[in-house]
Nanobody, 124 residues
Framework: QVQLVESGGGLVQAGGSLRLSCAAS????????MGWFRQVPGKEREFVVA????????YYADSVKGRFSISRDNAKNTVYLQMNNLKPEDTAVYYC?????????????????WGQGTQVTVSS
């Protein structure tokens, strides 16, 4: 069973950048599509970005298109989330997840392995 550990979160001013990493262990990383989701207190976890197993196709939420970029390095068992031009509304706990079933990359129910999350706070 794959285990996921996120890192790279922190406090940044609006307009700044952060890069999150998600390191996988205990499974065949290249066999999983990967996604990043985020959650704020009192709200449901929401889709941010996702990438297919080979990295050939990516999916983005409208709110982050043009600002966020997902990539993966299967040799390093790691997926990355580059976040540029950050806004206060991007403040959330960010989770990476491994997709375990068919269907849309946008839905949390299609992901079966989750990291513990990393906090991103964007100050205005």
């Amino acid at each position: 069973q794959v285990q996921l550990v996120e890192s790279g979160g922190g406090l940044v001013q609006a307009g700044g950048s952060l890069r999150l990493s998600c390191a996988a262990s205990g499974g065949t990383f290249s066999s999983y599509g990967m996604g990043w989701f985020r959650q704020v207190p009192g709200k449901e976890r929401e889709f941010v970005v996702a990438i297919t197993r080979s990295g050939g196709i990516t999916y983005y939420a409208d709110s982050v298109k043009g600002r966020f970029s997902i990539s993966r390095d299967n040799a390093k068992n790691t997926v990355y989330l580059q976040m540029n031009n950050l806004k206060p509304e991007d403040t959330a706990v960010y989770y990476c997840a491994a997709k375990v079933s068919g269907g849309s990359y946008y839905y949390t129910l299609n992901y079966g392995h989750w990291g513990q999350g990393t906090q991103v706070t964007v100050s205005s």
